[in-house]
């Protein structure tokens, strides 16, 4: 199964007027792994360092950023019921 893009991380870097190369610079990650986390490339789940990381980086609070990737698992469970 195809997992879907993290809608929610291109709306808040676009917002911050970022590229996928800053947000992966500020997260101290290589660009691919960036995009591949936005794309939902990069599995469904990210540890604990990621997401603070990615928080810090977006300047959001980990607890907004936590509620977030919880609505996109909560797709991930809804598409993977209707296949």
């Known amino acids: 199964m195809k997992m879907p893009q993290r809608y929610y991380l291109k709306d808040l870097r676009v917002k911050l007027r970022k590229t996928q190369k800053q947000i992966a610079t500020r997260m101290g990650v290589e660009v691919f792994v960036y995009c591949n986390i936005e794309n939902g490339k990069r599995g469904s789940l990210m ?7 990615l928080a810090k980086a977006l300047e959001i609070s980990l607890d907004e950023l936590c509620k977030w990737e919880i609505e996109y698992l909560n797709l991930i469970e809804i598409i993977k019921g209707e296949s």
Do not use: G, I, R
Not at 47 to 53: D, G, I, Q, R, V
């Open 47 to 53: 540890n604990a360092k990621k997401l603070y990381a």
